[in-house]
């Protein structure tokens, strides 16, 4: 009886290896043994994605311009005499221009008082909003604009996304027509990495889209204190000799609590400089 179940196993291992090796008869064209594409379908695919992503984008300049990925981001520093109007007002801004605050952070210094804001605007209304918080101020410590044209990554990641979704079907396709359960594990191995690469495209996809669709825009507004700075330097000279006379105490506060190592060290460094000396004394001795 032992003697079948072992042959009975021994067939079944020799079965699935040879499923395995039919199962490559299976994968359709442009795929090789590994499942993975080989590279010259690889290129077959960039090169018709390229075709037609120009198609897509026009021969004219202004479907060209019209196509651009652009992320904007800008950012902005100035003074104001109310820092509670000043937030209240930017609030009111970014609220009737369809945008929304991601944070908001109070500082306060002995010599000035600082708000920060982090705002997400739709790009259509980016400029609208820098040119309406620009009203009424005097000048900008730091204004700064920028714009990161990210139309090519765009373009791959579609391209990459378009390509691997295809190759997922098709193993999908011939997962329908597995027979073993040594095809099926090994086709849905390969069907979940493609799909952990899509959802990591999609995802990066996804980011850029809303980078593009709403611009962000940095704004730090302050508020100088009468007498701050002067009074900033002479509090920092009080507490310069506050903090000197501190340390000063606790270092002997230090010796107190340390004192039985410290009675313990002069101890040993006695017996040792002793013990060197009378070494000392015997070399002249016999040296005489």
Same mark, same amino acid.
């Given at each position: 009886?032992? /003697?079948?179940?072992?042959?009975?196993? &021994?067939?079944? *291992?020799?079965?699935?290896?040879?499923?395995?090796?039919?199962?490559?008869? #299976?994968?359709p064209k442009? &795929?090789?043994?590994?499942?993975?594409? $080989?590279?010259?379908?690889?290129?077959?695919?960039?090169?018709?994605? /390229?075709?037609?992503?120009?198609?897509?984008?026009?021969?004219?300049?202004?479907?060209?311009?019209?196509?651009?990925?652009?992320?904007?981001?800008?950012?902005?520093?100035?003074?104001?005499?109310?820092? %509670?109007?000043?937030?209240?007002? @930017?609030?009111?801004?970014?609220? $009737?221009?369809?945008?929304?605050?991601?944070?908001?952070?109070?500082?306060?210094?002995?010599?000035?008082?600082?708000?920060?804001?982090?705002?997400r605007?739709?790009?259509? /209304?980016?400029?609208?909003?820098? /040119? =309406?918080?620009?009203?009424?101020?005097?000048?900008?410590?730091?204004?700064?604009?920028?714009?990161?044209?990210?139309?090519?990554?765009?373009?791959?990641?579609e391209?990459?996304?378009?390509?691997?979704?295809e190759?997922?079907?098709?193993?999908?396709?011939?997962?329908?027509e597995?027979?073993?359960?040594?095809?099926?594990?090994?086709? !849905?191995?390969?069907?979940?990495?493609?799909? $952990?690469? %899509?959802?990591? &495209? !999609?995802?990066?996809?996804?980011?850029?889209?809303?980078?593009?669709?709403?611009?962000? #825009?940095?704004?730090t507004?302050?508020? !100088?204190i009468?007498?701050?700075?002067?009074?900033?330097? =002479?509090?920092?000279?009080?507490m310069?000799?506050?903090?000197?006379?501190?340390?000063?105490? &606790?270092?002997?506060?230090?010796?107190?609590?340390?004192w039985?190592?410290? @009675?313990?060290?002069? %101890?040993? *460094?006695?017996?040792?400089?002793?013990?060197?000396?009378?070494?000392?004394?015997k070399?002249?001795?016999?040296?005489?």
């Open positions: 009886m032992k /003697n079948t179940i072992i042959v009975l196993v &021994l067939i079944g *291992f020799t079965a699935s290896c040879g499923s395995i090796e039919s199962n490559y008869s #299976l994968l442009g &795929l090789d043994a590994s499942g993975y594409m $080989s590279s010259e379908t690889e290129e077959e695919y960039k090169r018709a994605d /390229n075709r037609k992503s120009v198609d897509y984008e026009g021969t004219s300049a202004e479907g060209k311009l019209a196509d651009q990925k652009i992320v904007k981001e800008g950012r902005l520093t100035f003074q104001t005499n109310d820092l %509670i109007q000043t937030n209240a007002r @930017i609030d009111s801004l970014v609220r $009737s221009l369809d945008g929304f605050c991601t944070s908001e952070t109070e500082v306060h210094y002995s010599y000035q008082d600082q708000l920060n804001l982090t705002i605007i739709p790009v259509a /209304n980016f400029e609208k909003l820098i /040119n =309406s918080i620009s009203v009424g101020v005097d000048h900008f410590d730091n204004k700064e604009i920028s714009a990161e044209d990210v139309t090519e990554e765009f373009i791959d990641l391209a990459r996304t378009k390509t691997k979704k190759t997922e079907q098709r193993y999908r396709e011939i997962l329908k597995a027979k073993t359960v040594a095809e099926i594990l090994e086709i !849905e191995e390969q069907i979940s990495n493609l799909r $952990s690469d %899509i959802e990591s &495209l !999609e995802g990066r996809l996804k980011y850029l889209i809303h980078s593009v669709d709403y611009s962000t #825009l940095h704004v507004v302050y508020k !100088e009468k007498g701050g700075p002067k009074q900033q330097y =002479s509090n920092q000279f009080v310069g000799f506050k903090k000197g006379w501190d340390g000063f105490v &606790l270092f002997f506060i230090a010796l107190t609590y340390g039985p190592f410290l @009675i313990i060290g002069v %101890i040993v *460094f006695w017996v040792i400089r002793r013990k060197i000396r009378s070494k000392r004394a070399k002249t001795v016999v040296a005489k």
